[in-house]
C-alpha cells in the first residue's frame, strides 16, 4: 500500500479509497497516517470483508482502491522493456514485472491475449513493482513490436528452441544494444509465427538435467543479463 501512496504523491494515479481491518490498523498507524495526510478516504472492515475484496484466503487486512496503473505505449529512449506475449497465469506475469522492475528495465508491456495487468494476483505478485515502472498493454502484438523497433529496440524472442543461446550473445556484445526481450506463455512459449517475425531468438542454456525454466525465472535471467552488459 505504501507504494500505492507513493505512486499517487508523484501525480501518476489517484488512491481513491483505503479499506482496514481493526488488526491491520493496529500494525500499520504509519500508513493509515500517510493516507490521512495525502487525504484518502480511510474505512474500518471486518476480515471477511477484507478478504472479499482482495480475493486471497490470507489477506494482509489492507485493500486500496487506485486508479488503473497502465499508460499509454511510449517506449522512446528505453533501452531494456519486457514485453509479455500471450501470458495467462496472473502470478507469472506479475513476477515478471517485479523482475523487470528489479533489473532496472524501462517498462513492461502487456500484448496480445495476455493477463490483465490489474488482476488481483497479478499486483500482488508484482509486490508492488506495478507502481514503479511504466505498464502498457495492447491486444495488438504487431502494434507492440512496431513500437519497439521505432524506439531502436532489438526485438529478442526468450526461446528455449533457440539455435543461438544468452551466453554466447552476451559474449559478442549483442546484449549491450538496447533489447526489448519477448517473454511467451508458460506451457507453450511463443508461437512459431512471432518467433520468426522478431530480430532473433536466445535460449538459457541449461547445464543441468531439468527440463526447462519457467517463464519468471528464464526472464530473470535474460532481463539481468541484458541489465549486466548495459552497465559493463
Not at 498493454?137 to 524506439?151: L, T, Y
Request: hydrophobic share 45%; glycine share 8%.
Amino acid at each position: 500500500m505504501r507504494e500505492a501512496l507513493s505512486w499517487a504523491d508523484t501525480g501518476r494515479g489517484r488512491v481513491h479509497e483505503l479499506f482496514v481491518t481493526a488488526v491491520a490498523a493496529e500494525r500499520n498507524p504509519d500508513l493509515l497516517r500517510t493516507a490521512a495526510d495525502a487525504g484518502v478516504p480511510v474505512s474500518r472492515v471486518t476480515d471477511k470483508a477484507a478478504a472479499a475484496l482482495s480475493e486471497t484466503v490470507t489477506p494482509q487486512g489492507v485493500v486500496a482502491v487506485c486508479d488503473p496503473v497502465d499508460v499509454p505505449l511510449s517506449l522512446a529512449g528505453a533501452r531494456l522493456v519486457a514485453v509479455l506475449h500471450g501470458v495467462s497465469d496472473p502470478g507469472n506475469a506479475g513476477t515478471v514485472v517485479r523482475v523487470a522492475d528489479a533489473a532496472g528495465a524501462d517498462a513492461v508491456v502487456f500484448a496480445g491475449d495476455t493477463v490483465d495487468p490489474h488482476n488481483g494476483k497479478c499486483v500482488r505478485s508484482s509486490t508492488g513493482s506495478v507502481f514503479h515502472l511504466p505498464i502498457s498493454r495492447s491486444r495488438a502484438a504487431d502494434e507492440v513490436f512496431a513500437a519497439c523497433r521505432a524506439a531502436g529496440l532489438r526485438l529478442v524472442a526468450a526461446d528455449g528452441y533457440a539455435e543461438d543461446d544468452l551466453v554466447t550473445a552476451d559474449l559478442r556484445g549483442d546484449l549491450a544494444r538496447p533489447t526489448a526481450w519477448v517473454f511467451g506463455s508458460e506451457a507453450h512459449g511463443l508461437p512459431d509465427e512471432v518467433v520468426a517475425g522478431l530480430d532473433t531468438a536466445l535460449k538459457v542454456p541449461i547445464y543441468g538435467a531439468a527440463e526447462s525454466l519457467n517463464l519468471a525465472t528464464a526472464a530473470a535471467v535474460c532481463l539481468y543479463a541484458s541489465a549486466r552488459a548495459h552497465r559493463a
